[in-house]
C-alpha cells in the first residue's frame, strides 16, 4: 500500500481517537447531569453526540474500504449507499464544528480581552482544529480512494475481458 493510504489511515485514526473522546466526555455528562439539563440544553448535547459519532464513523468505513477494497474490487451497493448517507452527514458534522470552533475563538479572545484566560477552551480549540483539518484531509481523500477504486476495478475487469478473447 503507497505511503499516502497509510498516512491516511493514521490521521483517521486520530479523528477516530479524538471523536471517542468527545463522545465519551459528552456521554458521561449527559449520563450524570441528566436531571439538571434543560431540555434546550439536552438538545444540543444529543446533537454534539450525533456530529462527533458521524466523526467517528466515517473514517472507520474508510478504513474498511481501504482494507476490504483497494486497490481494485468495486464497493458493494451497502458499502456504496453507506458511504454516501455518512458522507452527507459528514460533510454537515465538520460545516458544524467550523462553526463553533469560528465561535470558540470569538469567545476565547473576548475572554482574554477581559482578563479571564482559560485554559480548557485552548484546549478544545486545539482539539477542534486537529479535528476539522483532519476532517478535511479525510473527505479529499476519501473521494480520492472511492474514484481510484472505481477506475482501478474498471481497468481490472477490462484487462480480464481482454485476457478471455486472446485465449478464446
Known sequence: MPKK???????AIVQIVF????????????A?????????????NA??????????AFPVLNIYILQKNYPNTNLTANSHSLFLFLLIFYCIA???ITLVYCYGIYDTINRYNKGKEDDLSILMLAIFSILIFSGIYILINSLKLKR?????????QLAEIDNFFKKV
Not at 471523536?19 to 449527559?30: R, T, V
Not at 446533537?47 to 458521524?54: C, E
Open 47 to 56: 446533537l454534539f453526540l450525533i456530529l462527533f459519532t458521524n466523526l467517528f
Open 148 to 156: 481510484l477504486i472505481k477506475l482501478n476495478a474498471e481497468e481490472k
Open 5 to 11: 493510504w497509510n498516512i491516511f489511515k493514521i490521521i
Open 32 to 44: 450524570t447531569k441528566y436531571h439538571n439539563l434543560e431540555a434546550s440544553n439536552f438538545l444540543w
Open 19 to 30: 471523536s471517542l473522546l468527545i463522545i465519551a466526555s459528552l456521554g458521561y455528562s449527559m
Open 94 to 96: 465538520i460545516f458544524c
